[in-house]
């Protein structure tokens, strides 16, 4: 009986690893696809008050262009001299020079929070004037100026251009995306700083990227239920205002402590985008659609236009005559109409969509006439 007993113990230890190890190797299998419920973090839906970049512009001269310059333009002249009188280069006033290896620019750029003098951000180049291309230039020495009209950066640098303009002398020319932009990583340093000022405000305020009266009470709950009760309190449908004690170094260390608290951010409102230059449409899951029947035809008109010759008689009076003859054809596709049902979703209007096979433009104008109809609850936003 004990060899007996042994055994069947020894099978049971090896049945259970066996199950543990098919087991194990289910949850490796399934778990790539497997979606995990996580809430957002409230940095995901907004910033402290603050803590947001600022725009700098400059003007400058962008030389080493290869005959594709501004040629004649006045102010590019006029900024060259400037530039030259810097370096102790004097031009005699009569003269007018022309610069066809250098382009009036403009340099934008974006000034982070709490960036410190001696770091370095990306700039943009645009060219003001007649230059055809930038490309293989060298932006010079160029102040980027705030707001306010203080100096905040210094740019200098080579240029890099992704786009590419050739001409030819009998006057063809290949243009590959835009020869008259470019960009320069790093290419300016910081030379002042902002003060974010949330150190010496009497409480810190958090906004939310956009306003929604559920998502800004669910950020002021979190908040108190992560600091305590009161410490967070609703000031609008965009902010919330948070007591913390003063201090540059409590509120940033407290600062980052909210920021990665987690927060269920309610479903977005209903909403329709329609790209009429790209023929883009967008349509967020919200989208709800009452019932409604619809149909869509289209009318294609089409004009051909024919030249006849008409020729006078041998030894007539008459002239030889151009006499255009034109055929004007109209055409009305047939399409079937559709029913939707009450709240119909996203997936019901692509498949009634697809079913009839309608274009984007099509299905453009379906959306507009939805929500002329007072079918469609959504905001319907036309870019």
Do not use: C, W
Not at 46 to 68: C, D, E, H, K
């Amino acid at each position: 009986m004990d060899i007996f007993s042994s055994e069947r113990s020894l099978i049971g230890k090896l049945f259970h690893r066996t199950m543990l190890g098919l087991f194990l190797s289910f949850i490796a299998l399934v778990m790539p696809f497997m979606t995990v419920a996580k809430a957002d973090r409230i940095k995901d839906l907004g910033y402290f008050q603050g803590m947001r970049s600022n725009q700098l512009t400059g003007y400058g001269i962008v030389t080493g262009l290869a005959g594709t310059g501004d040629s004649s333009l006045q102010y590019t002249i006029a900024a060259m001299t400037a530039l030259s009188a810097r370096f102790g280069l004097s031009m005699p006033s009569n003269v007018s020079p022309t610069l066809q290896d250098a382009a009036a620019v403009i340099i934008t750029a974006d000034l982070p929070p709490f960036a410190k003098p001696g770091q370095t951000i990306d700039i943009t180049v645009s060219a003001l004037g007649r230059a055809r291309s930038i490309r293989g230039g060298a932006l010079m020495i160029t102040p980027l100026y705030g707001a306010d009209g203080q100096i905040y950066a210094m740019a200098q640098g080579n240029l890099e251009v992704g786009g590419l303009g050739i001409s030819g002398r009998d006057g063809s020319n290949l243009t590959v995306n835009i020869p008259t932009a470019g960009r320069i990583p790093s290419g300016a340093t910081v030379e002042r700083s902002v003060d974010p000022g949330f150190a010496s405000a009497p409480y810190l305020q958090f906004n939310l990227s956009e306003a929604d009266l559920t998502n800004v009470q669910r950020v002021a709950t979190a908040i108190n239920n992560a600091l305590g009760p009161g410490r967070a309190h609703v000031l609008d449908g965009v902010s919330v205002a948070i007591t913390a004690p003063e201090g540059a170094e409590v509120r940033t260390v407290l600062m980052g402590e909210i920021e990665n608290l987690p927060v269920d951010r309610t479903d977005a409102r209903a909403r329709v985008t329609i790209n009429a230059r790209t023929g883009t449409i967008v349509i967020n899951g919200a989208v709800r659609i009452s019932p409604a029947a619809i149909t869509h035809g289209r009318l294609t008109v089409r004009v051909d236009e024919n030249y006849g010759v008409s020729q006078p008689n041998a030894f007539g009076q008459g002239q030889t005559a151009v006499t255009p003859n034109s055929t004007i054809t109209a055409e009305q596709t047939r399409s079937p109409m559709f029913h939707l049902q009450n709240g119909a979703n996203l997936t019901d209007i692509v498949k009634a969509v697809n079913a009839i096979g309608a274009t984007p433009g099509d299905l453009a104008a379906i959306l507009e006439g939805l929500k002329q109809a007072g079918a469609m609850n959504a905001d319907l936003i036309i870019l």
